[in-house]
């Protein structure tokens, strides 16, 4: 049942209404508003090549083909083989809608790349974060994108209706937002969401109960789920705001746009009852892909932007912290171990205990080796002021990467399965 709570620094767009209606009147009233005021929407999809062997992608795009709130979309493809490269241009080509295919071993993102190395700004070409940035980048280089939508390619439970609410808080009300954080309840039979429950929820109770001089944990605290990675912004704000790297990406987005908040408005807004996606494994401290070095990524990030806001984060701060956070951690195991029970839900309470401790575990190692951040990419204000080259490579890019242009006579047509 959906509610109309409003927490106190970040306003809330809830689920409120005849559940049957919502996603049909949001994409009418969306789609009325955009015709009548001009307004471009463009959509970023930063793709895993191996997600073109899943279902939830290709059924994602053909979901997208039948709706007209999205101007164009563009998928940022990560490293491919040719066949995986032929593969995403032959969707593409079967979206009806204009599409655009950025691939990140192109010989221009290279060249990006290097552009900015002449100007002594480093980028790191890997992961998630990167390839946000470049679609970006390539969406404010190019025509329209008056509005830009990211969200993941791995919804398996995915719906038109998710990006139509995604952008509503951009497009219908009457003072528009400037920024929309989206989330959702992650439950199928169980509690998922472990990194959000059993990381982020208590480190942000351990600060405020600190009592650090930033309003930044009180923020992210607002946020009914800060990992979640559907988000939409304006052209105005998407052009000031710097991408973070690695699995800091998403804490990273959010600390950036509470530092504009005098300047940009921000809400965060439900735009699902059910989101099902790939779930990772804990993994080890030397694993990469696991939730451990994700949880290393996002505190490291989270303690850099209070760094910048201004926080001095030292050794005697952190041993409060991480013992808060160990008693929080007690709190949320006993009331989601109980929410479970009320629910019908399966829940694994040994294994609940489990994760948290190696989470905190996570966390220490972390603190001890002093939290070294990614560094976050230029934003695209920053790439046109410091190097205009690369601004000029992501314009060429922007060109190059649409699927929707005219062919010349000599050019060969993709095949259309």
């Known amino acids: 049942m959906a509610d109309f709570h409003q927490p106190r620094f970040l306003p809330t767009i809830h689920r409120l209404g ?4 919502i996603g049909a009147h949001t994409a009418d009233v969306h789609l009325t508003r955009t015709q009548a005021s001009g307004l471009s929407t463009t ?3 930063p793709a895993l090549a191996q ?4 279902t939830a992608f290709p059924r994602m ?8 709130l999205i101007g164009r979309v563009i998928v940022v493809l990560g490293h491919a083989s040719e066949r995986q490269h032929a593969d995403a241009e032959r969707l593409l080509r079967n979206v009806r809608i204009p599409a655009s295919l950025v691939r990140l071993d192109d010989p221009a993102v290279t060249a990006i790349t290097k552009a900015l190395d002449k100007q002594g700004v480093a980028i790191q070409p890997h992961g998630k974060g990167h390839a946000c940035w470049m679609g970006l980048c390539t969406a404010l280089a190019g025509q329209g994108s008056d509005v830009i939508a990211m969200h993941d390619c791995d919804i398996e439970s995915y719906t038109p209706a998710m990006v139509s609410r995604l952008l509503a808080p951009l497009v219908i009300p009457a003072r528009p937002y400037d920024f929309a954080k989206g989330f959702y309840a992650r439950v199928t039979t169980r509690m998922y969401g472990r990194v959000t429950r059993l990381l982020v929820a208590p480190l942000l109770r351990a600060l405020q109960a600190v009592d650090v001089p930033s309003r930044l944990p009180a923020f992210l605290a607002d946020c009914r789920y800060p990992l979640a990675g559907e988000v939409a912004f304006s052209r105005a704000l998407a052009t000031e705001l710097p991408i973070h790297g690695g699995w800091g990406l998403e804490i990273g987005t959010l600390a950036e746009v509470h530092r504009r908040q005098a300047r940009y408005r921000a809400c965060q807004v439900d735009i699902a009852d059910e989101y099902e996606h790939r779930h990772r494994p804990i993994g080890t401290e030397s694993d990469s892909a696991g939730l451990t070095t994700m949880v290393e990524q996002i505190v ?6 209070l760094r910048r806001d201004g926080v001095a984060i030292d050794s005697r701060l952190m041993r409060y912290v991480v013992a808060h956070h160990r008693h929080e951690v007690q709190h949320l195991l006993d009331a989601y171990e109980a929410d479970a029970a009320i629910n019908g839900l399966s829940y694994d309470a040994a294994m609940e205990a489990h994760t948290a401790g190696q989470f905190v575990a996570a966390l220490e190692r972390c603190v001890a080796s002093g939290c070294p951040s990614v560094p976050a990419h230029p934003s695209w204000t920053e790439v046109r002021s410091i190097a205009p080259r690369a601004a000029e490579c992501f314009a060429d890019l922007a060109d190059t990467s649409r699927l ?6 000599d050019e060969p047509a993709v095949e259309v399965a």
């Open 51 to 54: 997600e073109l062997e899943t």
């Open 404 to 409: 929707d242009k005219p062919r010349y006579v």
């Open 300 to 305: 490291a990030t989270l303690l850099d932007a």
């Open 43 to 45: 959509l970023v999809l």
């Open 61 to 68: 795009l053909r979901l997208l083909s039948g709706t007209p």
């Open 18 to 21: 005849r559940p049957g209606l």
